[in-house]
């Protein structure tokens, strides 16, 4: 981990759906876009929530379940430890 100012990507997914629907304050929007610049796995995350809300027309809580965000979030941690590899996603 960097700075403290940083966001964390458990930081990142938590945040996204509020990003996403243009809740978060300025500051935290700062973070989270600086975020997405440096990691490529929130940044694939992040597309892949655009794509669903695309598909279903609405962005839904419900749809983004815990237990996938947790497998998602656990698939960020093998593919950092296998850094150099293609996403898993
Ligand atoms: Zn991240």
Request: glycine share 4%; aromatic share 6%; hydrophobic share 35%.
């Amino acid at each position: 981990m960097a700075n403290r100012d940083e966001l964390s990507c458990q930081e990142f997914v938590e945040l996204v759906t509020e990003y996403l629907e243009g809740t978060l304050s300025p500051a935290e929007r700062a973070r989270f876009q600086a975020h997405i610049e440096d990691c490529d796995a929130c940044t694939i995350y992040l597309e892949q929530i655009r794509q669903t809300i695309r598909a279903l027309g609405h962005l839904s809580e419900e749809r983004i379940a815990p237990s996938a965000r947790d497998r998602l979030l656990a698939e960020f941690r093998d593919w950092k430890r296998g850094m150099g590899s293609a996403p898993p996603i």
